[in-house]
């Protein structure tokens, strides 16, 4: 998956994130601006899931996007 691709559409993105992980508010998008890192983190802790299962999450929702 090409997050580079990701993060120069984050914008279009932002919407099918907030529909994966809705407890992400706006500026947890804006601030986050498409970078894997800060996504995975920002997941972490707002669900408390561990970090392992969201490198998953995040890898299966991606590769339903297309990336």
């Known amino acids: 998956m090409d ?6 559409n984050w ?3 932002k919407g099918k994130v907030k529909e994966q992980w809705g407890r992400l508010t706006d500026d947890d998008l804006d601030r986050i ?5 800060q996504l995975e983190g920002k997941i972490q802790e707002r669900y408390g899931i561990a970090k ?3 490198r998953r999450d995040v ?4 590769n339903r996007q297309g990336w």
């Open 52 to 54: 392992d299962q969201v």
């Open 3 to 8: 997050w580079n691709r990701l993060e120069g």
């Open 11 to 13: 914008k279009q993105l």
């Open 33 to 37: 601006g498409g970078k894997r890192e």
């Open 59 to 62: 890898d299966e929702w991606a």
